[in-house]
């Protein structure tokens, strides 16, 4: 059974950046995407990026695009996300998801995704 395992986080400040990365285990279905969301308290979850897995193309949420960054490392099947200049609205919990696809693009909604991550907490100080 496919997991997604996340890591990375923790405090940063206003026009930092922070990492992210996500590691998917057994997943031997190649065609897939994969996508970070995030969260706040009485807010719906929002797309930030996503990947596929196969082919590599992305496509980022309004809120980050210019700022963020998502890749994957095929050795390793790891995905990251890169986020710059940031700020307080960044903070949230961010999740890791993915579905299996037959498509190529990866679009930014959630209710597509199956297989979610724990989430990891981001707090952003000024």
């Known amino acids: 059974q496919a997991t997604l395992t996340e890591s990375g986080g923790g405090p940063v400040q206003v026009g930092g950046s922070l990492r992210l990365s996500c590691v998917l285990s057994?997943?031997?279905?190649?065609?897939?995407?994969v996508a970070w969301f995030r969260q706040t308290p009485n807010q719906e979850r929002e797309g930030v990026a996503s990947?596929?897995?196969?082919?590599?193309?992305?496509a980022y949420g309004d809120s980050v695009k210019g700022r963020a960054t998502i890749s994957h490392d095929a050795g390793k099947d790891e995905i990251s996300l890169e986020i710059t200049d940031l700020r307080v609205d960044d903070a949230a919990e961010y999740y890791c998801?993915?579905?299996?696809?037959?498509?190529?693009?990866?679009?930014?909604?959630?209710?597509?995704?199956?297989?979610w991550g724990q989430g990891i907490q981001i707090t952003v100080s000024a």
């Open positions: 057994g997943a031997y279905y190649s065609s897939r995407c």
């Open positions: 998801a993915s579905y299996r696809t037959h498509g190529w693009n990866c679009q930014l909604e959630a209710a597509n995704y199956k297989l």
């Open positions: 990947i596929h897995r196969g082919g590599g193309r992305t």
